[in-house]
């Protein structure tokens, strides 16, 4: 059974502070990784994707993929009390036909 | 990003009653739209992956006779709640791909059965 783990938190920082994300993933064939962010009562929202191994930026974000330790993180930099929200790690493969896996999610403070 | 839209945004019903559920892409086309349940302060749960022109694939445990979805085109797909009950309530979202792995979520639909 294919299973992504994050830890539950709450990952509490400080405003302006780095937070780190990380979630583990069991599928080796894993090809797409996704990060969700989504607010208490609301749906997901798309905030970054990676296939390959490295780092991949947007903004404040950073995504960063170890396929051979089968890891896959978000750095937030400058976190704002805006960036207070659940964190979803998602991941698919060709051989679960792209029907994404999710983990539990990270809540993330980020206090004034 | 894609813009998924999901119809109605909440509802309120009777025990018993059917509830239907609309989700469109609204700037894509979408073979595959997929419907998730969330209960309060838990996570995600896929109940049913729906291709366009055919079946939906339902999750282990999920009741297909009570949870019906529609997907007949590529921009749209329901889901009706048929005989609905309390425990029937939660927040129902639905999420669209595009291209081969992608998706969009839509804003979610609040369910609450009396």
């Known amino acids: 059974q294919k299973e992504v783990e994050q830890n539950s938190g709450p990952l509490s920082v400080p405003e302006g502070a780095i937070a780190s994300l990380n979630c583990t993933y069991s599928?080796?064939?894993?090809?797409?990784f996704f990060w969700y962010r989504q607010y208490s009562g609301k749906s997901p929202e798309l905030i970054m994707f990676?296939?390959?191994?490295g780092d991949k930026e947007d903004g404040r974000f950073t995504a960063q993929l170890n396929k051979a330790s089968q890891y896959v993180s978000l750095l937030i930099r400058d976190s704002q009390p805006s960036d207070s929200a659940t964190y979803l790690c998602?991941?698919?493969?060709?051989?679960?036909?792209?029907?994404?896996?999710f983990g539990r999610g990270t809540s993330l403070i980020v206090h004034p | 990003g894609a813009v998924v839209s999901q119809h109605p945004s909440r509802v309120i019903c009777k025990s018993g009653t059917s509830v239907k559920i609309e989700c469109r892409s609204l700037?894509?086309?979408?073979?595959?739209m997929f419907w998730y349940r969330q209960f309060p302060k838990q996570s995600l749960m896929l109940m049913a992956t729906?291709?366009?022109?055919?079946?939906?694939?339902?999750e282990q445990g999920v009741e297909k006779d009570k949870f019906l979805i529609n997907h007949a085109s590529l921009t749209l797909s329901t889901l009706t709640v048929t005989s609905a009950h309390p425990e029937d309530s939660s927040f129902y979202i639905c999420?669209?791909?595009?291209?081969?792995?992608?998706?969009?979520f839509g804003p979610g639909t609040r369910l609450t059965v009396l």
């Open positions: 999420s669209a791909r595009e291209g081969p792995d992608t998706q969009y």
């Open positions: 599928d080796r064939g894993s090809q797409s």
């Open positions: 990676i296939y390959s191994n």
């Open positions: 998602a991941v698919s493969s060709s051989g679960g036909s792209y029907i994404p896996t």
């Open positions: 700037d894509f086309q979408a073979t595959t």
């Open positions: 729906s291709n366009e022109g055919s079946k939906a694939t339902y």
